[in-house]
């Protein structure tokens, strides 16, 4: 079993609709949870940053991350084609160092056509 | 643009090759990382410098090294290079230790 679940998709919804994107994890341990999005040959752009269980909101994006059951989600409102993308979650634990590394999941691919 | 860069952007190479590729990080980031990204694997972390010294080792082959040098920019260095070394290798940099990462647009390498 992978630390992060994400599913790959496809994803294809009309401009306007609310997109719902989901990761499941394994390990207790993650503490910092993320979102990137990635345009297809670029870097990933951090979208979403979170700490504690509950929701978090920035313009039309809400992340979600309840750690009982070790679920996060994205919300993105009023979906637009500039949104079409891979969505990555992302969560760190603490490593040996003392850093936290982001584990990532495997991205899933949203398309939002006018 | 976040301000890490990256080079070279493409690189296309033979098997039993080595090649350097190149980070700058954000102006004021401490931290490197550096990850793969292939079809197959997703992003995979591969190893990870804080104010020139290893903090945290991933996935990182023994064939692969890297250094973090005093002007704070990094190199990673892949030797005896096999097909499926193929792939996208991203840097990222950080201020925090937490994980908050900013990326690159990475660099692109084919071997064949």
């Known amino acids: 079993q992978k630390e992060v679940e994400q599913d790959p998709g496809p994803l294809s919804v009309p401009e306007g609709a609310i997109v719902s994107l989901n990761c499941t994890y394994s390990n207790s341990a993650f503490q910092y949870f993320m979102w990137y999005r990635q345009y297809s040959r670029k870097g990933p752009e951090l979208l979403m940053y979170?700490?504690?269980?509950g929701n978090k909101e920035d313009g039309r994006f809400t992340a979600q991350v309840d750690k009982s059951s070790k679920y996060i989600s994205l919300f993105i409102r009023d979906s637009q084609p500039s949104d079409s993308a891979t969505y990555l979650c992302a969560m760190s634990a603490r490593a040996s160092g003392g850093s936290y590394i982001p584990t990532f999941g495997r991205g899933t691919s949203l398309i939002v056509h006018p | 643009d976040s301000g890490v860069t990256q080079t070279p952007k493409h690189l296309i190479t033979a098997t039993g090759q080595r090649v350097t590729l190149r980070c700058s990080p954000r102006?004021?980031?401490?931290?490197v990382y550096w990850y793969q990204q292939s079809l197959d694997q997703g992003l995979q972390f591969l190893i990870q410098y804080y104010n020139g010294e290893e903090r945290a080792k991933g996935n990182i082959l023994e064939r692969f090294s890297a250094q973090q040098f005093p002007d704070l920019h990094s190199e990673l260095n892949l030797s005896s290079l096999e097909l499926g070394d193929s792939a996208l290798y991203f840097c990222a940099s950080s201020v925090q230790y937490t994980g908050e990462l900013f990326f690159g647009e990475g660099s692109r390498l084919t071997v064949l």
């Open positions: 102006s004021g980031d401490l931290s």
């Open positions: 979170t700490y504690s269980s």
